[in-house]
């Protein structure tokens, strides 16, 4: 991820709970339109941030112990990047991959679209194990 | 029930509306699901999705799984293009049976 983006267009801090997933994909739809995506890249990025935000929701905090999830969304003249953040125990990243697609199942599909739409994507651990992090990037133009 | 249903030819049809997301496809899941264990065909209506994640279009991958397994007829019908963007996303717009619409499903019988 290069260093010079670094222009946050907005924050927003949401706790993991799905009925806030619309809030969550209509303020993306509403910043990629502001730093120039066109509609269908917006389509685009709504569904990359979405299933993200349901990972989190799902896997990283589940059911029983729900948290804080913070999104924030930067920009340069030719690339978004979006970064959110949890406090739920540190995830297993050897265990977050797309699956192969060849084998019809449900479940499984959300980090296949990340990988797919994004250009980068870099998972971590929070400093201190607090949390975890995702920074995802698409070039705009 | 959360979405329309009705009964159209041999087909149970069910509208599926709106954004079909994590906080309602559990919903969705039981609805078909449940008419698949009633023995029914089944047909979802999506012309009114304008939004569906993984977790919408796994509760369609259940639906068609059940439906094969019984050895009954589960289809999409009238696919809205955001729905369709993700169903292609997902590699599963050849898998599931698309029809134009439930009068089109039904006429091919005739």
């Given at each position: ?11 927003l801090?949401f ?10 994909r ?27 935000c349901?990972n989190?929701?799902?896997?990283a905090?589940g ?10 969304i930067f920009n ?15 995830v297993d990243?050897?265990k ?23 250009d ?10 607090r949390?975890?992090?995702l920074?995802?990037?698409k070039?705009i133009? | 029930m959360?979405?329309?249903q009705?009964q159209q ?9 709106g954004e079909?997301d994590?906080s309602c ?5 039981q609805?078909i ?18 939004y569906i994640?993984?977790?919408g ?12 397994k ?17 169903l ?5 717009d ?7 619409s439930?009068?089109?499903r039904l006429?091919?019988?005739?």
């Open positions: 991820m290069s260093a010079a983006l670094n222009q946050r267009v907005v924050e801090r706790p993991s709970q799905a009925d806030r997933l619309c809030i969550v209509a303020l993306v739809k509403r910043v990629a339109e502001f730093v120039g995506c066109d509609a269908a890249l917006a389509e685009q990025l709504v569904i990359a941030v979405n299933e993200a349901m989190i929701i799902q896997h905090y059911d029983d112990s729900p948290g804080e999830i913070v999104l924030e340069n003249a030719d690339t978004i990047r979006f970064r959110l953040q949890d406090f739920a125990a540190p990243l050897n977050i991959k797309p699956r192969e697609l060849g084998e019809v199942r449900p479940g499984g599909l959300g980090t296949h679209f990340i990988s797919e739409i994004m980068e994507c870099k998972m971590g651990h929070l400093e201190g194990n949390g975890n992090y920074e995802m990037s070039r133009i | 959360p979405y329309n009705r030819g041999d087909f149970t049809v069910i509208e599926l509306n079909v994590l496809s559990p919903d969705a899941r609805q699901l449940g008419a698949i264990e009633a023995g029914q065909n089944v047909l979802i209506e999506m012309s009114g999705v304008t994640d993984s977790s279009i796994a509760s369609l991958v259940e639906g068609y799984q059940a439906a094969r019984k050895t009954l007829e589960f289809g999409l019908v009238a696919v809205s293009s955001s729905a369709m963007s993700v292609s996303l997902a590699r599963l050849k898998v599931f049976p698309i029809h134009e439930v009068e089109a006429a091919a019988n005739e």
